[in-house]
């Protein structure tokens, strides 16, 4: 699996492929339909099979204040385009010089020019190019002229409504991770380096692998069950706390998951933690003994959601 810049040229062995072109944040089941009928094409062809993304999001360059939203990094969408099948993850850099480019010109230069594409597969409401004014339509007229085959995928549905990274936001923020777990096909994960934080876990007995935010969306603040995959991959049942911990002065946002019989340094390290379910809202306990007696609690509750 190689990481392209999408405004470069591609290896000669990667050219000539079929590119599944979108952000695909998260890679939902609607994302996932899109990649499969790419490679899909690529392997009937015999023909390279490549996945397209933007990043920075197209959201967060034109509106650079808007709230985190992101469902995955970089490097966790590789890892789930690599698993897909995929050949190469192509990376569009969102910048001033291809948000200038008209759609005519996307194509010509990055898409043939850059990325030599024989094939194009994407979503029916993909849009592109300078203003979105490129549409199915304008690859497909392109197409047809220089000679690259386009194929669209019709929105995926589960329980009546179409699969999409708003829904899963929504269910994440709602505080249903198991939920949002349906539309990705797996457990929401937030990726990080394990930092060192002020030790207040540790004096009450349950230290902590303090992992920063970044620009990762934000669920629901609360109490959950986790599970973490280590660099080694061993995977750790847990509970974790994601907010500002309410009961400690100053406020301090971190996702600080505690791995059940777990008693190793994480410090430095990359994890994944995976959100499971959510067991409650943080709060402001009035004593350490009875925040210790509640996370006693939460542990016993998320130990049988784990096991279950």
Do not use: W
């Amino acid at each position: 699996m190689q990481r392209l810049d999408g405004s470069a040229a591609v290896p000669s062995h990667l050219a000539g492929g079929i590119v599944a072109l979108g952000n695909f944040d998260g890679f939902h089941l609607g994302h996932q339909a899109v990649v499969g009928a790419a490679i899909a094409r690529a392997r009937a062809e015999g023909r390279p099979a490549l996945v397209a993304t933007f990043d920075p999001h197209p959201v967060r360059y034109f509106r650079p204040d808007s709230p985190p939203f992101r469902l995955t990094t970089l490097d966790q969408r590789e890892a789930l385009f690599a698993a897909a099948g995929a050949d190469a993850m192509v990376v569009f850099g969102f910048d001033q010089a291809l948000a200038s480019l008209t759609a005519a010109e996307f194509i010509s230069e990055r898409l043939i020019g850059a990325l030599d594409i024989k094939g194009v597969v994407t979503g029916e409401d993909f849009t592109f190019g300078k203003g979105k004014s490129g549409t199915i339509a304008t690859l497909a007229e392109a197409g047809d002229r220089l000679g690259f085959s386009v194929e669209t995928v019709a929105p995926v549905t589960l329980d009546g409504e179409i699969v999409s990274s708003s829904r899963i936001r929504d269910a994440l923020i709602a505080g249903d991770p198991r939920g949002a777990a349906r539309l990705l096909t797996r457990p929401y994960a937030i990726r990080g380096t394990v930092q060192h934080g002020d030790k207040l876990g540790r004096t009450i007995g349950y230290p902590t692998a303090n992992v920063d935010m970044a620009n990762y969306l934000r669920p629901a603040y609360g109490i959950y069950a986790v599970r973490g995959r280590l660099a080694d991959g061993r995977v750790l049942a847990g509970a974790a706390n994601l907010g500002i911990r309410p009961t400690f002065d100053p406020p301090k946002e971190l996702l600080e998951p505690f791995f059940f019989d777990f008693a190793e340094d994480l410090y430095g390290q990359t994890i994944e933690v995976e959100l499971i379910d959510f067991l409650r809202a943080e709060a402001k306990f009035d004593s350490l003994d009875a925040l210790t007696a509640q996370m006693d609690l939460d542990c016993a509750r998320a130990r049988m959601i784990l096991a279950g």
